[in-house]
Structures are given as structure tokens and as C-alpha cells.
T-cell receptor
């Protein structure tokens, strides 16, 4: 079984709809992240959480919200989806390890907003 | 604000060639630098991680170097193969934040 899972893997929705993307991890990591990827733009950070009670905005948090329900679960919500939120969304996790810290990525959720 | 730049944006080479991908960053206060591989429409696979105190890391045909003072890293791929075709992403890890990514280099290796 994959260590970092994302659901759904693909989603088509309409403008104005609320949508939630979910991420779960079995690695026991304390840190979790949400990124979005657009063609030719690399990955950009939306939100990150260093533990259950810690939530931080990333570079592009407008239009998004998150919930850290447990150490293993981190959800991303689009309250009112718009077409320019069409993208590939990745969840990632890491353990606090200073210089040796690396992130492990989920398989991604492809979202299309019509 | 940390910025990460990767050059070239795309690269096409014949099988067997050795090649170098470049990554530069503007703030040298980093914990580490990582190279990832991404196949089309897929997730990211970590290739190499170079800690701030290290100069290079090797894994098989891959060698990554880090020069913090100049804000540069290179990923060297020896004897390229068609299976190496993918997008390669460079990312820096700064204390207290998440990874900051470059836009990637898309590599195509022809047989």
C-alpha cells in the first residue's frame, strides 16, 4: 500500500461548487503539505502544517482552506471552485529531520473546474 | 524571497550522452537541496538529497553537486537512456518552510 494516498485521483466539477481533496499518510510524519502544479510552473505551495495544531499559508492560499483532522490526515478545500483552480494537486509529508528532511509525495489529484 | 531557477527548460539528447541539468537559488540559507523526477501526469520521485553541509551525492548514474556560496546545484546523468526521459525538478528546503521548487527541466532521450 502507498504511504501517501490522495482521494479522489481525478475530479471534474463546476464553477462555484465546493470540493474537498483528501490526503492520508501511514508514514507517521508530523509535517504535511499541499502543492498545486500548473504546466510549466513547477510546484507551488498552498498550505502546510507542522503538527495537528499548526496551519500555515503558503505562496498561493487565496481561494483555499485546509483542515488537519489528525496527524495522518490533511484535507484541502476549495470553497467555491473557479476555472483557474484547474491543476494537478499534490499532498506531501515529511518528518522533522533538519538537513536530512525530505518530502514524500502522493500520486496527485487532477482537478478540472468547468 | 527564495527563488529557484532551472536551466535549460527542455533538453533533447541521443541515447548514451552524458548531460548536466542546472539549478540556481538566490538565498544560500538552506537546509538541503533535492532533485526529483516526475513522469508525465505522475507524482514526484526523490532522486537525491544533498544536505547543506555536503558537496555532492551519488546514486547509480546520477551525481548531484551543491555549491551553497554560489547558489548552484547540478545534476549529472551519465550514459543517458530513453527511460531517463522525464521532468527533473530541483527544490530547496529552508528552515521553517516547505520546499521551494524550480519550474523543472524536461528531458527527452532518443534511442
Amino acid at each position: 500500500d502507498a504511504d501517501v494516498t490522495q482521494t479522489p485521483r481525478n475530479r471534474i466539477t463546476k464553477t462555484g461548487k465546493r470540493i474537498m481533496l483528501e490526503c492520508s499518510q501511514t508514514k507517521g510524519h508530523d509535517r504535511m503539505y499541499w502543492y498545486r502544479q500548473d504546466p510549466g510552473l513547477g510546484l507551488r505551495l498552498i498550505y502546510y502544517s507542522f503538527d495537528v495544531k499548526d496551519i500555515n499559508k503558503g505562496e498561493i492560499s487565496d481561494g483555499y482552506s485546509v483542515s488537519r483532522q489528525a496527524q495522518a490526515k490533511f484535507s484541502l478545500s476549495l470553497e467555491s471552485a473557479i476555472p483557474n483552480q484547474t491543476a494537478l494537486y499534490f499532498c506531501a509529508t515529511s518528518a522533522t529531520q533538519g538537513e536530512r528532511e525530505t518530502q514524500y509525495f502522493g500520486p496527485g489529484t487532477r482537478l478540472l473546474v468547468l | 524571497k527564495q527563488e529557484v531557477t532551472q536551466i535549460p527548460a527542455a533538453l533533447s539528447v541521443p541515447e548514451g550522452e552524458n548531460l548536466v541539468l542546472n539549478c540556481s537559488f538566490t538565498d544560500s540559507a538552506i537546509y538541503n537541496l533535492q532533485w526529483f523526477r516526475q513522469d508525465p501526469g505522475k507524482g514526484l520521485t526523490s532522486l537525491l538529497l544533498i544536505q547543506s553541509s555536503q558537496r555532492e551525492q551519488t546514486s547509480g548514474r546520477l551525481n548531484a553537486s551543491l555549491d551553497k556560496s554560489s547558489g548552484r546545484s547540478t545534476l549529472y546523468i551519465a550514459a543517458s537512456q530513453p527511460g531517463d526521459s522525464a521532468t527533473y525538478l530541483c527544490a530547496v528546503n529552508q528552515a521553517g518552510t516547505a520546499l521551494i521548487f524550480g519550474k523543472g527541466t524536461t528531458l527527452s532521450v532518443s534511442s
